[in-house]
């Protein structure tokens, strides 16, 4: 099992930036595909990004294709999502998400999340 803990969300005015943090338990940090997804209210979970086992392979969905990165340091057990010129579209609770098997766009697939973190962009 792993458990995941969410930083670095906050208050910021559009075109600002934020990065969030996924700080994980356990030994095996690395084993695991690793994603972001994000709830805005009234609205439905959705994918924001994901990143596989070692890093080397990542995926974003269009709407924050170019303002956002992920990254994972397996060193430290942490992922990463640095986020520039947010909008208030972008205004969420973010979560991070850790599965064995998967690293993928269907919020089904992850078995571990993290509490959230609230990101409110104001215009």
């Known amino acids: 099992q792993v458990q995941l803990v969410e930083s670095g969300g906050g208050l910021v005015q559009a075109g600002g930036s934020l990065r969030l943090s996924c700080a994980a338990s356990?030994?095996?940090?690395?084993?695991?595909?690793l994603g972001w997804f994000r709830q805005a209210p009234g609205k439905e979970r959705e994918f924001v990004a994901a990143?596989?086992?070692?890093?080397?392979?990542?995926s974003y969905a269009d709407s924050v294709k170019g303002r956002f990165t992920i990254s994972r340091d397996n060193a430290k057990n942490t992922m990463y999502l640095q986020m520039n010129s947010l909008k208030p579209e972008d205004t969420a609770v973010y979560y991070c998400?850790?599965?064995?098997?998967?690293?993928?766009?269907?919020?089904?697939?992850?078995?571990?999340w993290g509490q959230g973190t609230q990101v409110t962009v104001s215009s």
């Open positions: 356990g030994r095996t940090f690395s084993s695991y595909g």
């Open positions: 998400a850790a599965d064995r098997r998967n690293w993928g766009r269907n919020s089904y697939d992850y078995d571990y």
């Open positions: 990143i596989s086992w070692r890093g080397g392979s990542t």
